[in-house]
């Protein structure tokens, strides 16, 4: 049974700080590509970034990108997020995602999420 569990959320102030990390168990870790969700307040879920199996392809959204960085350690089954220079606006619940092969950004696993709020 795969599992994903996000940590690392909270409240920071903005231009704060934050890294966030999921820890996967019960598949293989480097085989499959990842990726970082978040939903805000009354919005739909939108991609923040996305990592192929090996870490050689990497996405960010546009609103994120010079501020948050993606990264995988494949030895320690971890997905990571750091997110710098935060806006309220990225205030959400952030999930981890799997996908359903190394290089595939189509999502089957989801972990329950972790919350981000930013203050102004």
């Known amino acids: 049974q795969v599992q994903l569990v996000e940590s690392g959320g909270g409240l920071v102030q903005a231009g704060g700080s934050l890294r966030l990390s999921c820890a996967a168990s019960?598949?293989?870790?480097?085989?499959?590509?990842m990726g970082w969700f978040r939903q805000a307040p009354g919005k739909e879920r939108e991609s923040v970034a996305r990592?192929?199996?090996?870490?050689?392809?990497?996405y960010h959204a546009d609103s994120v990108k010079g501020r948050f960085t993606i990264s995988r350690d494949n030895a320690k089954n971890t997905l990571y997020l750091q997110m710098n220079s935060l806006k309220p606006e990225d205030t959400a619940v952030y999930y981890c995602?799997?996908?359903?092969?190394?290089?595939?950004?189509?999502?089957?696993?989801w972990g329950k999420g972790t919350l981000v709020t930013v203050s102004s």
């Open positions: 995602a799997s996908s359903t092969g190394p290089n595939s950004y189509v999502m089957q696993y």
């Open positions: 019960g598949h293989t870790f480097s085989n499959y590509a």
């Open positions: 990592i192929n199996w090996s870490g050689g392809s990497i």
